[in-house]
């Protein structure tokens, strides 16, 4: 089963923008996960944010964690078509699984 | 490896055949993963090896659905007569700490095969 809902499901935006995906879990973590899926590729990893940080930047990535809501969001600034895709979060749990649990993804369009 | 290569990219069965995906994770990759992805949905963990050992198959939606890495590098993910609802992505996933799957780090995905069952 899925860890946690994404929301928006889809967004659509212009070039420029700035786009905001939000993620919310259910259980305990020891760290979330930002991946992108282009259409008919496998998974990349963006960023990993840990249950002790609050915020974490990469280029034009910033993730936000708060694990009193159990919720994270992905900001990406000045988005380019070419960011068009997939996005997903996914947790790292404080158990004995080492798998990571994914939520179901928000499609972002990103129109020239 | 230059990254996670599974082959075939695309596989049609027809319902009951067997079918076999093969993962060729990251040279050097002690952890590797099998998650399976519905169309529209986020990757379902299927199953999990330390090396050659299965560690975690609790994700396996039956017992048509085996996994092995014989020899810790390769892994196949074999399904038994195949049936309708077995059509989906099938993801491989590697990375390299020993002991900590993915908590600590990031996974490697491969571009996955693409199952469907006719």
């Known amino acids: 089963s899925q860890q946690g809902e994404e929301d928006p499901q889809a967004l659509s935006i212009q070039e420029g923008e700035n786009a905001t995906m939000n993620c919310s879990y259910k259980t305990s973590i020891n760290n979330l996960q930002w991946y992108r899926q282009n259409s008919g590729r496998g998974l990349v990893h963006l960023i990993l944010i840990r249950s002790n940080e609050r915020e974490k930047h990469s280029g034009r990535l910033r993730v936000t964690l708060d694990t009193s809501k159990k919720s994270s969001s992905l900001l990406i600034t000045a988005s380019r078509a070419a960011d068009t895709a997939s996005y997903f979060c996914a947790t790292a749990g404080t158990g004995s699984a080492r798998q990571l649990t994914f939520g179901s993804g928000t499609q972002l369009t990103v129109l020239p | 490896g230059a990254g996670v290569s599974q082959s075939p990219r695309y596989k049609v069965a027809k319902r009951g055949q067997d079918v076999a995906l093969r993962c060729d994770p990251i040279s050097g990759h002690v952890s590797l993963f099998w998650y399976q992805q519905a169309l529209g949905q986020g990757p379902e963990f299927l199953t999990y090896?330390?090396?050659?050992?299965?560690?975690?198959k609790s994700g396996l939606p039956s017992d048509r659905f085996f996994a092995e890495r014989p020899e810790g590098s390769v892994s196949t993910l074999k399904i038994q007569r195949t049936q309708q609802e077995d059509s989906a992505v099938y993801l491989c996933?590697?990375?390299?700490?020993?002991?900590?799957?993915?908590?600590?780090?990031?996974?490697?995905f491969g571009q996955g095969t693409r199952l469907t069952v006719v």
């Open positions: 996933a590697s990375s390299s700490p020993p002991g900590q799957g993915l908590r600590g780090t990031e996974a490697f």
């Open positions: 090896f330390q090396n050659e050992a299965q560690l975690d």
